[in-house]
């Protein structure tokens, strides 16, 4: 069964810095990546989908890579901005397991102005 | 503007009640998902639905009902079964067939009186 973390839980950043949040999963079968934003109280919002065939998707100031072999994905974030606070979710889609997303615990970053 | 809307966004239940949280998408979207957060927690899934009139579990099933009558509908009741029903209930659709984007609603936050 996948088993997706997210390390660290918890992040706080001085605006401007950049910053990288980690994502792994233990089942490499996978589909795809996706990262989320969530902010407190809402729903998700989707910022990046990496298929399994893709290294990387760019978004703005938005990055993320998926290393299959290693079971990682990292979100980097340049140039943080105090809008950029919320809570960030990664899930993992596999191939066996129809349309059904397994998420990590998220890490929720705030960005000091 | 297309999307999908929960209520209520706040729900408090008694003991021994059971309560029905709503979700309305019109997406024009086969596939329907329940989802439960704890804090700190990423999210797990509880029931999802492919087509109009057929549902399955999910992780977390045990104490939740639902019905899918309607293409646009899938609502979820939480039975006095659930004897830790606190959390954050997030309900997504996508198109029907693998690897397809969820979009998510804002969300119902259930307590308990």
């Known amino acids: 069964k996948q088993e997706v973390t997210q390390i660290p839980a918890a992040l706080s950043v001085p605006e401007g810095e950049n910053l990288v949040l980690n994502c792994s999963f233990t089942?490499?079968?996978?589909?795809?990546l996706q990262w989320f934003r969530q902010d407190p109280g809402k729903g998700l919002t989707s910022l990046l989908l990496?298929?399994?065939?893709?290294r990387e998707q760019t978004s703005g100031r938005l990055n993320a890579s998926l290393d299959k072999s290693s079971g990682r994905s990292t979100l980097y974030i340049a140039a943080s901005q105090p809008g950029d606070s919320a809570t960030y979710l990664c899930?993992?889609?596999?191939?066996?397991?129809?349309?059904?997303?397994?998420f990590g615990g998220g890490t929720r970053l705030m960005v000091k102005p | 503007d297309g999307g999908i809307t929960q209520s209520p966004k706040y729900l408090f239940r008694k003991e021994g009640q059971n309560v029905t949280l709503s979700c309305e998408q019109n997406?024009?979207?086969?596939?329907m998902y329940w989802y439960r957060q704890d804090p700190g927690q990423g999210l797990r899934l509880i029931y999802y639905?492919?087509?109009?009139?057929?549902?399955q579990k999910g992780d977390i099933a045990e104490g939740y009902s639902v019905s899918r009558e309607k293409k646009e509908s899938f609502p979820l009741t939480v039975t006095s079964a659930q004897k830790n029903p606190t959390a954050f209930y997030l309900c997504a659709s996508s198109q029907k067939g693998d690897a397809r984007p969820q979009h998510f609603g804002d969300g119902t936050r259930l307590s308990i009186l």
């Open positions: 899930a993992a889609l596999n191939n066996n397991a129809g349309n059904m997303l397994t």
């Open positions: 990496i298929q399994s065939s893709q």
């Open positions: 997406l024009n979207h086969d596939a």
């Open positions: 089942d490499s079968a996978i589909y795809n």
């Open positions: 639905s492919q087509i109009v009139n057929d549902f």
